[in-house]
């Protein structure tokens, strides 16, 4: 096993994967566009995907890659819906700007 | 022996009746209404009348008391058992032929006179459920089976008398009954948790044996006990200090004052007493208290029937004050005597309010009997029955009442001096019954119309027939004699110790009270008989006497301001005003207030902001993964020693 996984310590994925997961954070809170918004929950998914794969490979556990497909499969779901809820939203209301998009309150 | 009399069956008949005419009746066509409604009474009464034959002697002969069981118990609690049973003894067999037999005469009668109203299914549904209720009481074998009885009469008199429920007054009339009886019923309710604490048991025959094991076991909780059904019994019969609800029954449509309020429901009471008499009998001072009760409401009803001017509270009051006499017979321990005369009661007043009713239908409902007068020619069959009623009740021999009434004063007589007291307040009685009705009997039918511009006519066969049958048992009803039917009822009411009388005061009291009969009689002719003026005359010259009694003692005045006027005052400050309003409107207001101010409060949280979410999302998420993880975090070095474990 001299692979170049073995060369890169864990520590360093995990790390990339918590960077990743922080910009997607801030990339949800700032980003006042809703497809930029989109992006950022996909950043935090594929961030969360990397970590499960480390510990996966890490522990010889197959488990945490059946996990990143359930993951894959969901996301790959929640675009098709939430672009067409995007597009349906910017057809009714010509924005995309969140701060905008603010009819659910009493 | 007949193993299987059936009996189950009496009260099933006219329950089979309730439910099809209250469920489908108003569909139906009204000659199956008509059917339905007469068979379920006509069935009822043949198997009461099978039984009657049996026993007589004329067909196959159940041993009795003859008793049948529900084979699924009731209520099964520790050593208590309630179960379904009926019996049928020789009073329970007398008291169903009188309230099958009346009761169907009456449903007959009630084709005639409900002919034209719009609830007629609904009017045989109700009676068809008085009749179910009223033979399961009469037949119930023990205590709470009769209480169910009990309060079902009371629910279809409540029905029957708001019948029409239109009217303002027939509908607190029902009112009225109801809640009267139901404090009668609370203190039939106390008896019977009592029976179940002294005895452990309900069943009369089981408490009967009990009491005869143990001769010696008298007054203390008996008394207390016999006082509480005492109590039961005033209120469902009418009896001083409840009975004023009855004459407000009148309201009802006038068979149902006939059938029940007259005949059969308000004399449960006597009949419980009578069925419960072995309590009576080891409690004197309650047995006393009875006959005192009876005395006083016979001379107290009858004095306030004397100037009533509406023919069915005048009726209503009779009644009233005739339930004494059963009260005074039952309390001098008389038992038969007072099942003779409600009886012989439930002929000739059952017959009087139908007579009357047949009067108030052929002058187009008017009840008054100042605008009646001279409807003997127009109305011959319900002038020669009312008479024979009328002769019946003032005690004129040989018809009913003369030998029922003459039983019961007998009976009294011989109690010793409070006895005699008792005997001359029947005495008494005795005559104002018989002045009171002649009263009437002149004012409906002798002189000449009041009112000329009506034109009564008689009432059609439906109704005659009835009147005709219960005439002809109204004379013949007391023909049995006293002894023979005492002697009939012996297994069920027991042996009486009569000191041997003399025959001639037996012969004097008798003579004593057909004399007052017809001093009733002549006074009643004196003052009614030629020119009513006369009677006014008299009223004129004593007025606060006249008063008094025109406004029935002011006995329902004193009871709206002693007893309806503070409860209502009561439930409206107290109850409506600190309990409802202040206490637990308040504690509702402060839930609901502190639910809208939190409310209020954390709306502020939905801005709609999706960003403002996802930071308070993030900010969550933080916090949890912080709250685990503090524990590892505290020392300096943890993360470095966690990131350290994991990558080795």
């Not at chain 2, 009217?167 to 008896?191: E, T, Y």
């Not at chain 2, 009876?294 to 029937?305: E, Q």
Request: charged share 10%; net charge neutral.
């Amino acid at each position: 096993m001299s692979s170049f996984a073995q060369e890169v310590p864990l520590s360093w994925y995990l790390l990339l994967s918590a960077v990743l997961f922080s910009l997607g954070v801030i990339g949800f809170l700032i980003k006042r566009n809703l497809i930029t918004v989109f992006m950022s929950i996909e950043l935090m998914l594929n961030a969360v995907n990397l970590s499960f794969v480390t510990f996966a490979h890490e522990w010889h556990a197959v488990k945490g890659q059946i996990f990143v497909f359930f993951v894959m499969m969901v996301a790959a779901a929640e675009a098709a819906v939430g672009l067409a809820i995007i597009i349906a939203v910017f057809r009714a209301r010509a924005t995309l700007a969140v701060d905008r998009i603010d009819l659910m309150k009493l | 022996m007949n193993a299987h009399l059936h009996i189950w069956m009496i009260p099933l008949f006219p329950f089979a009746g309730f439910l099809l005419n209250g469920i489908l009746g108003a569909r139906l066509p009204k000659w199956v209404v008509t059917w339905i409604a007469l068979f379920a009474p006509l069935f009822s009464f043949e198997i009461v009348e099978n039984a009657a034959r049996g026993l007589l002697g004329f067909g196959t002969l159940p041993s009795f008391p003859y008793v049948e069981t529900c084979p699924v118990p009731w209520i099964a609690l520790g050593t208590l058992h309630v179960d379904f049973s009926f019996v049928l003894d020789q009073l329970s067999l007398v008291m169903l032929l009188v309230v099958t037999g009346v009761g169907l005469l009456i449903h007959i009668y009630s084709v005639g006179y409900m002919h034209e109203d719009r609830g007629y299914a609904r009017y045989f549904a109700y009676l068809n459920l008085f009749l179910f209720f009223m033979t399961l009481l009469v037949l119930a074998g023990n205590a709470l089976l009769m209480f169910v009885g009990w309060e079902g009469v009371g629910l279809a008199s409540y029905l029957l008398i708001g019948f029409w429920y239109q009217k303002d007054s027939a509908a607190s009339a029902g009112k009225k009954a109801f809640i009267v009886n139901r404090i009668g019923d609370f203190g039939f309710l106390i008896g019977i948790f009592l029976l179940i604490g002294t005895f452990g048991t309900l069943t009369f025959a089981e408490i009967g044996a009990k009491l005869a094991a143990n001769p010696a076991w008298q007054g203390g909780i008996l008394t207390v006990i016999a006082l509480c059904l005492l109590m039961g019994a005033t209120g469902k019969s009418a009896q001083l200090p409840l009975y004023i609800w009855l004459p407000d029954a009148m309201e009802g449509p006038t068979p149902v004052s006939a059938l029940i309020h007259a005949a059969t429901m308000v004399t449960a009471g006597v009949y419980m007493i009578a069925r419960t008499h072995v309590l009576f009998d080891h409690a004197p001072f309650a047995l006393g208290v009875v006959a005192v009760v009876g005395a006083a409401t016979a001379i107290f009803a009858a004095t306030i029937g004397l100037v009533q001017n509406d023919i069915k509270r005048v009726l209503a009051y009779s009644t009233i004050s005739q339930l004494g006499y059963m009260f005074l017979g039952c309390g001098v321990a008389a038992y038969s005597a007072a099942i003779f005369h409600l009886m012989t009661h439930a002929f000739f007043k059952a017959l009087l309010f139908l007579a009357a009713g047949s009067v108030i239908h052929a002058v187009g409902g008017e009840q008054d009997m100042r605008k009646m007068g001279g409807l003997r020619k127009h109305l011959p069959v319900t002038f020669w029955t009312m008479t024979a009623a009328v002769l019946a009740i003032a005690g004129f021999p040989p018809l009913a009442g003369f030998f029922s009434k003459d039983a019961i004063l007998f009976a009294a007589f011989q109690q010793g001096p409070g006895g005699m007291l008792l005997w001359f307040v029947g005495l008494v009685t005795a005559l104002l019954t018989s002045l009171y009705m002649f009263r009437l009997w002149y004012m409906t039918f002798m002189g000449e119309s009041r009112s000329p511009e009506v034109h009564p006519h008689e009432s059609p066969w439906s109704m005659l027939a009835p009147l005709v049958i219960l005439a002809l048992l109204s004379i013949c009803g007391g023909w049995i004699g006293i002894e023979r039917f005492s002697q009939f009822l012996m297994p069920s009411t027991g042996v009486r110790v009569v000191e041997s009388a003399t025959p001639h005061l037996e012969l004097y009291l008798t003579v004593a009270a057909v004399a007052v009969a017809l001093l009733g009689w002549l006074i009643a002719h004196r003052f009614y008989g030629q020119k009513t003026a006369r009677a006014d005359e008299l009223a004129n010259a004593v007025p606060g006497a006249y008063r008094l009694l025109a406004n029935k003692y002011y006995v329902d005045e004193i009871y709206g301001a002693t007893i309806v006027k503070p409860l209502l005052g009561f439930s409206r400050f107290v109850l409506g005003w600190v309990v409802d309003v202040a206490i637990l409107g308040g504690i509702a207001w402060l839930l609901g207030g502190t639910a809208l101010l939190t409310g209020a409060i954390l709306q502020r949280w939905q801005s709609g902001n999706l960003r403002s979410y996802a930071a308070w999302l993030a900010l969550g998420a933080a916090a949890i993964l912080l709250f685990m993880t503090a524990p590892s975090m505290l020392g300096a070095a943890g993360i470095n020693m966690h990131l350290n474990w994991m990558g080795r």
